[in-house]
């Protein structure tokens, strides 16, 4: 089994753009589709990319998903930050979350 | 909409067992793959368990082989998932979450979740 890890937390101001890395432990980041999911306090997590780089209807076009072959990661990209991104984000491949990432937007 | 309703979570002594259900609606639920998926007290998701739309395919997560055992009914539009020899690393706040498609792929609509707490 392989790892997924993201960085604990990452934080910028509104209206900037924050990316969100995922690195796999081993295989290829490229084996399995890649998915993020966005968890709002106390909220059920909800998926805002799915199969690498593709939004679900009603994310906004703000979130973008990519992987990237030579550093064995996919990063989460959000621009145009609002408050209301505030939240933890975790990548899933296969069958393993990473370890969640916090979003601070102050 | 989708919506996944869990229920069964509650306070439970180590080494019993507990079975947890999860109602669902909104989508065709024979159509769909399904899956537990759980978050200990400070700590991220963990993928617990996942069932194929026919049943016909299950897998569990390493920590909970052996014990945990999911199970469907179309029927009834309802996912389980029981619970055995428990642990207290088993307490969690456990999420239904229905997959993409037919398979075991990933989740993609979750429930709110059910608190299971193991502790004498």
């Known amino acids: 089994n392989f790892m997924l890890t993201q960085p604990h937390s990452v934080s910028e101001s509104p209206g900037k753009t924050v990316t969100i890395s995922c690195t796999r432990s081993s295989g290829s980041i490229a084996s399995n589709y890649v998915q993020w999911y966005q968890r709002r306090g106390g909220s059920a997590p909800s998926i805002v990319i799915y199969?690498?780089?593709?939004?679900p209807s009603g994310v906004p076009n703000r979130f973008s998903g990519s992987i990237d072959r030579p550093s064995n990661s996919a990063s989460l990209t959000i621009s145009g930050l609002k408050t209301e991104d505030e939240a933890d984000y975790y990548c899933?491949?296969?069958?393993?979350f990473g370890g969640g990432t916090k979003l601070t937007v102050l | 909409e989708v919506q996944l309703v869990e229920s069964g979570g509650t306070l439970v002594q180590p080494g019993r067992s507990l079975r947890l259900s999860c109602a669902a609606s909104g989508f065709t639920f024979d159509n769909y793959g399904m899956h537990w998926v759980r978050q200990a007290p400070g700590k991220g998701l963990e993928w617990v368990s996942g069932?194929?739309?026919?049943?016909?395919?299950?897998d569990y997560a390493d920590s909970v082989k052996g014990r945990f055992t999911i199970s469907r009914d179309n029927a009834k539009n309802s996912l389980y998932l029981q619970m055995k020899s428990l642990r207290v690393e088993d307490s969690a706040l456990y999420y239904c979450?229905?997959?993409?498609?037919?398979?075991?792929?990933?989740?993609?609509?979750w429930g709110q979740g059910t608190l299971v707490t193991v502790s004498s």
């Open positions: 899933h491949s296969y069958r393993v």
């Open positions: 069932i194929t739309w026919n049943s016909g395919s299950i």
């Open positions: 979450a229905k997959g993409m498609g037919d398979t075991m792929a990933y989740p993609d609509h």
């Open positions: 199969e690498d780089n593709q939004r």
